[in-house]
DNA sequence: ACGTCCATGTAGACAGACTAAACAGTTCAT
DNA sequence: ATGAACTGTTTAGTCTGTCTACATGGACGT
């Protein structure tokens, strides 16, 4: 019962393909398949079995690579309580972000970082992005999803809640609800909406204006990037429910945030990591590091 | 951080000494010191420091041999889960054991025993013998201790209960005591006793009768050998404390136990363990037909 | 039927952990 | 004081085991 064996059906589980096992852990696929075999046989009973031209893991096998990330975390604290003891986080951690996410929280992260740590960053576009997924490729996966929704409960992840910012309706200067202090679902009625692009949380919120307002709502465009939907609002083509920490910047005092009341409207902003990845030490210090700097953030906004 | 090597620097810590653990691993005492060596320079800093012409772990040493451990622990879960998936408990377990417990426990356990699973035991003096030391070399390790005294507490080591045996008076037959039901402190006075060798639990008992009674007993020998004490009390030579299950099978019907009130008079059976062996599954078979066969002799005594 | 994508065999290269034997320091006895 | 016996360490060389490179054999899509 090698661990590094152990490691690699447990890649395998993750990654669903001894190919991409292999390019993971920089080796030939023959490699992969070689060592899968000796453990296989080591084991006892079949822990893969070939599916069309892949390979799925058998129950056996699935319940060996559960036991692997039980291994692999404890084996993670081990090094922790090692770095701890030298008080060093050693090496570098590796983190996708989708972009508003990004643009608010990770300059001030990086700025407060000691040396010796690296972290290196990397966007991806969240419509159609599985986050859970980018778990077996980064450290920290930065993902947003509803309050109190657990989209990816249940895959054995580790969910590191950051903050969670509100949603608010953005108008152009000169709307007619521009001066008011906040707005009520009715109040929308009959607004033009640019709306975004399938799977974002925004879409729900949306659909719980209609329930709640009793009428449906017309949306004009559907984009991605929340720089272009902010000049479209900006430019009166519609209004939009645009994220408060992260709004307005590109073009300053052309756009007006209104909170949105009657409704649960915000997104939470988590880090999922694998388990045995949210041991190391390098990674909770970056992981505190960005708990720090949402604190900061929300704090900042509530004091304007 | 390799875990063959973390887990030779944890036998070094429960060993003492490059040439045991190069012993026990079934090494060349070099191999052992080169792989020491190359954990050293993968830690960083020295684990370990030369004491004349022996080898201690430095703090260092010690905390990272405390990670090894639980690294060990977690790896023995995983294997006896999976040995439990398999349901079949694999391979060989030892024991030692001290003569009495051995003599009241052992065939019992060893016929209830499924197949595939062997045990090998060994007894070894309880006089001269340092219990936890054994757990380096056993899977389980049958002690004793007086009731409520954890003597070996804080080793790190994984103590189970197996039962706790009274300690009876014997004396001989016509023993002006022999007939009473039980005997109190102050009935002992004046007799002679036949001691046991230092160490034993028996000692601390003796002394607390003394207390309570409030003189000194004369003690004639020193015995370790239980058969040999008897044989003494027999033949009228003294009378000597003697735990109940396993006294008279020599010559029975020429021993009488009486029991003694008035003093907590009894010794606790427990199997010693170290954690990782602990969590093996045919350790654990083990420690259960041992649980159920020490209930048993305990029901039937309090039977008759 | 073809090329493409998988996983897997086979042969040989390479690295790393081992043994054997010589070495160096400490302890203890004579 | 000196040698014998014990430590752990160094060196050189062997060998086991894991890797790569290349070839093979199915499964899928066109």
Redesign the interface.
Known sequence: ?D?QR?ELLRELADRGSVTAVALATHRTPSAVSQQLKVLERE???PLTQRQGRGLVLTS?GR??AR??T??A???A???A??DE??NQASGEVSLVTFPTAGQMLLPGVIKHLGPGLVLNCADEDPELSDFPAFTAEYDIVLAHSMSGQLSWAGRGLRVVPLMTEPLDVGLPVGHPLAGRAWVAPRDLIGETWIGVTDGYPFERILHAIEQEAGARLSMSHRFADLALIESFVIAGLGIALVPRYTSGRGQPGRLVLTPLRGIESERQIVALMRPDRAERLAVRTVIEALRREASQVQQSHAAT
């Open positions: 019962m661990v152990l084991a006892g009973l056996a319940a060996l036991s692997a039980d291994i975390v404890s084996l604290k081990a090094t309580l090692w003891f030298r």
